[in-house]
């Protein structure tokens, strides 16, 4: 939700607030966290706060897994971002030819999945036609 005029944008986050906004649990964005994907700040009584660049990350992250990247996958991309942009893009770039390769195999195996689906219902309605029909083969 964008702020209203007059309303500061929010700066920081607790890990509720993001579960919550993102509809994912605490344990996964403290999982994110002990993978090294994650990094907040901590209060003096140790609770998460997490800033604008962190729910960022996240968003990221969670893109990244919708798109079917690993962690380390997603990790990479993320940590070349602060090395260099060309170097980020390229591996991203990398690392997308690669699903886009695994994407379109998974097709064809669906493709010929479906067809020996077909194939076989096609039998199975010819033999139930003939039994239904009387005729015994």
């Not at 964008?2 to 964005?29: C, D, N, V, Y």
């Not at 994110?32 to 962190?54: A, C, H, M, V, W």
């Not at 380390?72 to 260099?84: A, G, H, L, N, Q």
């Amino acid at each position: 939700m964008a702020p209203s005029k007059g309303e500061k944008k929010k700066e920081t986050f607790t890990i509720s607030e993001l579960a919550k906004e993102f509809e994912i649990s605490t344990r996964t964005i403290r999982y994110y966290e002990e993978f090294g994907l994650l990094s907040p700040k901590r209060t003096s009584g140790n609770q998460r706060i997490f800033t604008r660049k962190d729910r960022a990350r996240l968003k990221l992250i969670l893109r990244g897994k919708r798109l079917g990247f690993s962690l380390k996958e997603i990790k990479e991309m993320i940590e070349m971002y602060d090395v260099s942009e060309p170097e980020q893009i390229k591996l991203t770039l990398n690392y997308g030819e690669k699903k886009l390769q695994e994407i379109d195999e998974k097709i064809e195996e669906l493709k010929s999945l479906r067809e020996d689906l077909l194939a076989i219902k096609k039998m199975l309605l010819k033999r139930l036609k003939e039994l239904e029909s009387g005729k015994k083969s």
